[in-house]
T-cell receptor, first 109, second 114 residues
């Protein structure tokens, strides 16, 4: 099956700092989503981004499908950004999302 | 619009007991999924369904059964619970993922098997 690797596994930031989270995948995909799992366990959709660049407030994401990676940018981080960020992909021809192991982000005041 | 709703939210079972987790979605999605999340890991697919009356195995199907009798509901059953099934279970739904669409998740069910 497809391999999805996220880096870094853990990240600690001072409030106000910027960060870049990376997702590498081992095969062609036709669907990619970024999720934020908050400290209460809820999975929140951030981006649906199989290719190109999208922005939503302080967050933006870029996927380069031909090079098999996606990046999530968080600017001016806030304590509410803390949690685990997951990348999930749909391998070409498949019917389901395959998740990476996530990046745990801790933003300290 | 409730989205994806899971019941119950928490449950403690004794080894060998059975239970059913219910997932309901009100978005008219064809596809529905059950995932489990273990500490420090991403979500792993248990079973999924691409339409009413259909089910298929995912990565970790052993010990679970599913049914999709109605389009809006997807049931996950544990016939004889084991401590290894202690986990957080997430349900999701979507239109066919090949059609430029995204999946939406329920709030999760925390299951402990003692």
């Amino acid at each position: 099956g497809i391999q999805v690797e996220q880096s870094p596994p853990d990240l600690i930031l001072q409030e106000g700092a910027n960060s870049t989270l990376r997702c590498n995948f081992s095969d062609s995909v036709n669907n990619l989503q970024w999720f934020h799992q908050n400290p209460w366990g809820q999975l929140i959709n951030l981006f649906y981004i199989p290719s190109g660049t999208k922005q939503n407030g302080r967050l933006s994401a870029t996927t380069v499908a031909t090079e098999r990676y996606s990046l999530l940018y968080i600017s001016s981080s806030q304590t509410t950004d803390s949690g685990v960020y997951f990348c999930a992909v749909v391998q070409t021809g498949a019917n389901n999302l395959f998740f990476g192991t996530g990046t745990r982000l801790t933003v300290i005041p | 619009n409730a989205g994806v709703t899971q019941t119950p939210k928490f449950r403690v079972l004794k080894t060998g007991q059975s239970m059913t987790l219910l997932c309901a979605q009100d978005m008219n999605h064809e596809y529905m999924y059950w995932y489990r999340q273990d500490p420090g890991m991403g979500l792993r697919l248990i079973h999924y369904s691409v339409g009413e009356g259909t089910t298929a195995k995912g990565e970790v199907p052993d010990g679970y059964n599913v049914s999709r009798l109605k389009k809006q509901n997807f049931l996950l059953g544990l016939e004889s619970a084991a401590p290894s099934q202690t986990s957080v279970y997430f349900c999701a739904s979507s239109y066919p993922l090949i059609l430029n669409t995204e999946a939406f998740f329920g709030q999760g069910t925390r299951l402990t098997v003692v």
